[in-house]
């Protein structure tokens, strides 16, 4: 049988009505870019932010419609606010100053006062949740996000990590994870694992070489349901792989997740200091604390005398931490080993837990969990399956 066509999904679509019994969703321009993968559909419906709840009946009659069309193995539909579909936006409020210190400035409006900002739902179980950012790729973020996670996790803690790499995701490859996670009840997804740490990618979703084709609000739509849509547990720290520069995923986890925190990897080299800086700049515009800066790539030693080489300089991105005033979490060298074992998806930390380099993943891992206070994971209710 001959895989199913967006035209044919769309047909179905079509029959589907609109809010308030207004045309169908497709003719209104609800739908996004449908994407088909193994016979498995991907969609957003996109509704006005205030109605979404209530329109969470049509995302059910949307996903049933498709998932009864012959040939089709499932679907994943998600809701997402944008104000073209809906009702106009709410006049922007101003956000209140701050003092020095970060707290809210006294209000000298006489009556106006400023609206308090929107409290980000927290992940039910989640203690922490820490964001690994470069401002470029190539610099070996998911290679650090992955080590970081098995080194906190190392050290006695809890640990899931979210790849938020939708259009090149790393850590199916790294965790050497494959397979297809499970769905369980309510639309949760059971998350994959592997060396005990809990893992959820658009890379168990898709094929390794299917290109991802998505605009912003199918990103944020998945991005979404990928760390709040699984069965994640009881975690003390949840390490997100952010993808490499300062577009839509990037803020959509800084704007609507309450990140605990944000590491930044940077390799010595001015070009990608530079890239970095636009990192920090934007997690410090969204007053997400920066936790410190990792310097990958720190220094080349030859596996056969030990001479060390700066191939791409050294030292940059302490200076920089230093002249930010964040804290400087430490160098990872280049070496052989680490890249071979990352591309096997056996990472260091677990297959030479007492070699150099994974000490220095589990130090840097100590550094994180010490600037977030080595604190405990804060109360949440459990997730419960009705």
Do not use: C
Not at 348 to 359: E, F, K, M
């Amino acid at each position: 049988m001959s895989e199913v066509t967006k035209e044919e999904v769309l047909a179905v679509l079509a029959k589907v009505r609109g809010p308030d019994l207004e045309g169908d969703i497709v003719s209104r321009g609800m739908v996004s870019d449908v994407f088909i993968s193994d016979n498995k559909v991907y969609f957003s419906i996109t509704v006005p932010a205030e109605r979404a709840h209530e329109l969470e009946p049509l995302r059910v009659a949307a996903e049933r419609s498709v998932k009864a069309m012959p040939g089709i193995k499932g679907a994943l539909v998600t809701l997402t606010a944008d104000r073209k579909a809906g009702s106009p936006a709410p006049p922007p409020q101003p956000v209140p100053p701050r003092t020095a210190a970060g707290g809210p400035a006294h209000d000298h409006s006489h009556g106006h006062a400023h609206p308090p900002q929107r409290e980000k739902a927290g992940v039910p179980g989640v203690g922490a949740i820490i964001a690994v950012a470069s401002g470029k790729g190539g610099v070996g973020k998911s290679t650090t996000a992955v080590n970081l996670a098995l080194g906190l996790q190392a050290n006695g803690l809890k640990v899931g990590i979210l790849d938020a790499d939708i259009y090149g995701p790393s850590v199916p490859r790294l965790l050497k994870i494959s397979g297809r996670p499970q769905q369980i009840e309510n639309r949760i997804i059971r998350p994959m694992e592997n060396y005990g740490l809990k893992a959820m990618s658009m890379g168990f979703l898709v094929d390794e070489e299917t290109a991802m084709i998505w605009r912003g609000p199918m990103v944020q739509s998945a991005l979404m349901q990928m760390l709040r849509e699984v069965a994640w547990g009881d975690l003390d720290v949840l390490v997100v792989d952010m993808p490499p520069g300062t577009g839509d995923a990037q803020l959509t986890m800084a704007q609507q997740v309450p990140l605990a925190g944000a590491v930044v990897v940077s390799t010595p080299q001015d070009l990608a200091l530079i890239d970095a800086r636009k990192a920090i700049t934007m997690f410090r515009k969204v007053e997400v604390p920066l936790l410190g800066i990792v310097e990958n790539m720190s220094f080349f030693l030859a596996p056969d005398t030990g001479k060390r080489y700066d191939i791409f300089g050294h030292g940059g991105a302490r200076a920089e931490a230093e002249r930010i005033g964040v804290p400087f979490l430490g160098e990872v060298p280049l070496t052989i080993d680490i890249r071979e074992r990352s591309d096997a998806g056996t990472p260091v930390v677990v297959s030479d837990p007492d070699g150099a380099s994974a000490r220095i993943y589990r130090d840097i891992a100590a550094k994180v969990w010490a600037e977030l206070g080595g604190r405990t994971p804060r109360e949440a209710p459990a997730i419960v399956f009705e």
